[in-house]
């Protein structure tokens, strides 16, 4: 696999550097709801002014805006990371996606970011996947570096695509199902297990497009309609009532899965078996992510629902490596090059 040059190899002593972090967080009532990203961020900003930066410039997107949309300001974002970094020396731009000229790759507004900067160091891993001015033409303009974060993020799920120690357990499970089968056609036919459970196990009921075996629920929890507080029954998977939906997996299937799990010796886990923001279709989740915390096995977790249903169960220090990427990580997964990645000269 790639390796970018690493930013521990820059002379950094008196320069100016610009930093692409992923500070893509959720926000509630104008604050920071979840910081994971921001402290993540923390060890390369600390290295660069430790070595003896002159000034550190750090940028990221924030959400989705169609324009200069105050509720994507990165100022919340700034107050946080000051509060754990504070070092007059760094200073946070504004949301990149204010720029219409970001998500097109401008070559313009990637000499703007460029502007009286010496150095690029790319640490935005959950954003490699994105060919944007801040992550991948700015990086042709100025000597790039790749991040602490970025470097064991790629080490870390690069693992998951040579040798691994067996058996194997691939859990997937969550929404965005199209996006996943990819990953699964990639990764599937190498484990020695795959788990299947929530909305993809739903998909896969009628017709299951992949050429390798893999473990379906027994049975689910089924509910009358998409409602927190709908009526619910468990039935065997194939017995779904007409017009009603799988909103999470049965209590054998949780036994089945977690037995699965106890035994592997490598996991790779993306994606909520059922829809785990209600209590009354989260067993199946919780159960998953105690049995992976639980496991004797290197453990590996991706995307944003995976990891929050870790930490709000305490357990996401449990496993080997959260990743902060979702998309980014099933992409790389899936054998792609990452165009942030690419952008930085190799080792
Ligand atoms: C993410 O949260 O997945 C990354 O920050 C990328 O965000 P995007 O999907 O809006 O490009
Ligand atoms: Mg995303």
Redesign the pocket.
């Known amino acids: 696999m790639r390796k970018p040059r690493s930013v521990r190899e820059a002379a950094v002593a008196g320069k100016r550097i610009l930093v692409r972090a992923?500070l893509?967080v959720p926000l509630e009532n104008g604050e920071v709801a979840d910081d994971t990203r921001i402290r993540a961020s923390l060890p390369t900003l600390e290295l660069l002014l430790e070595r003896g930066a002159a000034a550190v410039v750090v940028c990221s997107?924030l959400?989705?805006p169609k324009d200069e949309d105050p509720a994507f300001s990165m100022k919340p974002v700034e107050a946080r990371l000051r509060e754990l970094l504070p070092d007059e020396r760094i200073q946070v731009l504004e949301n990149t996606r204010f720029n219409p000229g970001e998500t097109k790759n401008d070559e313009g507004f990637a000499r703007e970011l460029a502007e009286g900067r010496d150095l690029y160091v790319n640490d935005?891993f959950?954003?490699a996947?994105?060919t944007h001015a801040s992550t991948e033409a700015v990086a042709h303009l100025l000597p790039a570096y790749a991040g602490l974060l970025l470097e064991r993020e790629l080490e870390e799920l690069g693992k998951l695509l040579g040798e691994v120690e067996r058996p194997f357990v691939l859990i997937a499970g969550g929404a965005k199902v199209d996006d996943k089968l990819g990953v699964l056609r990639n990764l599937g036919g190498r484990a020695d297990e795959v788990l299947i459970g929530g909305k993809m196990a739903e998909q896969l009921r009628d017709e299951n497009p992949l050429d390798f075996d893999v473990e379906l629920p027994s049975d689910i929890v089924a509910a009358s309609e998409f409602a927190a507080d709908a009526e619910s029954r468990i039935v065997p998977y194939d017995e779904l009532p007409e017009g009603w939906l799988g909103l999470d997996i049965g209590p054998e299937t949780r036994e089945a899965f977690a037995t699965e799990i106890a035994q592997a010796k490598t996991i790779f886990w993306n994606g909520p078996m059922g829809v785990f923001e209600w209590s009354r279709f989260a067993e199946g989740t919780k159960a998953v992510a105690e049995a992976v915390a639980r496991a004797d096995a290197h453990t590996v977790v991706g995307g944003?629902d995976s990891i929050r249903a870790l930490t709000e169960l305490g357990l996401v220090d449990e496993v080997d490596w959260a990743s902060t990427?979702?998309?980014?990580a099933l992409e790389l997964l899936e054998g792609k090059e990452l165009p942030g990645v690419v952008a930085i000269p190799e080792d």
């Not at 990427?325 to 980014?328: I, L, R």
């Open positions: 992923d893509n997107h959400g989705r935005a959950g954003s996947h994105r944003a990427g979702g998309g980014a």
